[in-house]
């Protein structure tokens, strides 16, 4: 299984920004798919999720109405577009599947929004 994050770096408050995880090793179509961030000297929270079939999706409260994950299982890609970006959403964003009882993660990008 190898999850390979993408598309970080630094916004403005107010700001976009479109994260992609690539993904491999797995039959990716069959599974969920999850967004989750960890800030500075904080646990690692889920911030959104994806069913297999990618019309079901659930997000985090202080990311709703902002935030939108999706995915292409024909390129075995899943994305976290962000919107309206704020100061509290700067964090290491990690992609993550969960195969049976083991958790799998990428590497994890930096976002990092400020002025």
């Known amino acids: 299984v190898q999850l390979v994050e993408s598309g970080g770096g630094l916004a403005r408050p107010g700001g976009s920004m479109t994260l992609s995880c690539a993904a491999s090793g797995f039959a990716f179509s069959a599974y969920q798919m999850s967004w989750y961030r960890q800030a500075p000297g904080k646990e690692r929270d889920l911030v959104a999720l994806i069913y297999s079939a990618g019309g079901t999706t659930t997000y985090e409260d202080s990311v709703k109405g902002r935030f939108t994950i999706s995915r292409d299982n024909a390129k075995n890609t899943v994305y976290l577009q962000m919107n309206n970006l704020k100061p509290e959403d700067t964090a290491v964003y990690y992609c993550?599947?969960?195969?049976?009882?083991?958790?799998?993660w990428g590497q994890g990008t930096q976002v990092t929004v400020s002025s």
């Open positions: 993550a599947v969960r195969i049976r009882y083991s958790y799998y």
